[in-house]
């Protein structure tokens, strides 16, 4: 009997820690106080390329029949969430 053993999506990870990174940044950016324009513009900004690295990992997921498809659904979901809360008005 044959095995398939079935290769994880690095791109989907990636796309999760890179949006975890962003939120780690804007968590962190209140308690430091790192500047306006770092606070206001790079988590959003890291945020909202994770989320397209999410979509893109879902689709290669798709295309190749990888594993980790929960790490780029959260890593869309966490990063359109956090694109459009950690923007700031300027």
Do not use: D, N
């Amino acid at each position: 009997m044959h095995r398939i053993i079935k290769q994880a999506s690095g791109l989907a990870i990636f796309a999760f820690i890179f949006v975890t990174l962003a939120w780690l940044i804007a968590i962190s950016s209140e308690w430091i106080s790192l500047g306006y324009r770092i606070t206001c513009r790079l988590p959003a900004g890291l945020a909202g390329a994770g989320a397209f690295l999410g979509i893109l990992a879902l689709l290669v997921i798709w295309k190749k029949k990888y594993k980790g498809r929960w790490f780029a659904i959260l890593a869309i979901i966490f990063g359109l969430f956090g694109y459009v809360t950690l923007v700031c008005c300027c």
